[in-house]
């Protein structure tokens, strides 16, 4: 699992995509590839998302994991897809035991201090702080990140690209969850030169404020 997190850190950036139509699925990995970011989620939100998610699993070169996983049986759902990861917006026991259960990379969702010890207690030392920005942005996560030194956390929630050096400035996080260089009109229009070009943009900032 350790691998998968330092692929996740690598990046330093993960898009959140709800693809509503199964055939935008690979051109959508291609854009984000091309644009420099071989991460991904794809969220459980629609009724293409499975589909989508086998599909752009087998897309070369591409990192996916599934996103908005609320139940155990979306583990299941998630490794039989071929996803390598998979993430909650929330921390429900249940879905975290099954991940276990399956040696399964995932990132459970906190909000508060005492969500982080719950997690962490379990053995999850990666976690999601989601909603991120309405929650209390990087002045809250750093504040509440401060007793638990051992925690890199993947904040996601109405981030943009005004918002994203500060949160990678924060020794805490691992990467950063956001949705503007993938939003649901671009994808809709299929812009897939433009989710390219702003992807291209996301990656030229992680690089100048992680000096990679």
């Known amino acids: 699992m350790e691998n998968v997190f330092e692929t996740i850190g690598k990046a330093g950036l993960m898009p ?24 991904a989620e794809v969220t459980f939100r629609t009724e293409a998302a499975a589909k989508s998610i086998a599909a752009m699993a087998k897309v070369p070169g591409l990192f996916l994991g599934a996103g908005t996983v ?16 998979a993430l909650a917006p929330g921390f429900n026991p249940k879905v975290a035991a ?16 005492s969500e982080i010890g719950l997690a962490l207690e379990m053995g999850f030392s990666v976690q999601k702080f989601f ?15 401060a007793p638990y030194r051992g925690v890199r956390f993947v904040p996601t929630g109405s981030i943009g690209l005004e918002q994203l050096p ?32 702003l992807t291209a943009a996301a990656v030229a900032v992680v690089t100048k404020t992680r000096g990679k």
């Open 16 to 39: 959140v995509l709800t693809v509503e139509r199964v055939e935008d699925a690979v051109p959508i990995a291609e854009a984000l590839i091309a644009g420099g970011l071989p991460v």
């Open 70 to 85: 609320l139940k155990p049986e979306q583990i299941d759902q998630a490794i039989d897809l071929g996803a390598r990861f």
């Open 98 to 113: 099954r991940a276990l259960e399956k040696n399964f990379a995932f990132v459970p969702g906190i909000c508060s201090p």
């Open 131 to 145: 909603p991120a920005e309405p929650a209390g942005g990087t002045a809250y996560l750093k504040a509440v990140s």
């Open 166 to 197: 500060g949160y990678l400035e924060l020794p805490s996080v691992l990467a950063v969850g956001g949705s503007w260089m993938v939003a649901p009109k671009l994808i809709q229009e299929r812009k897939f030169d433009e989710i390219t070009r």
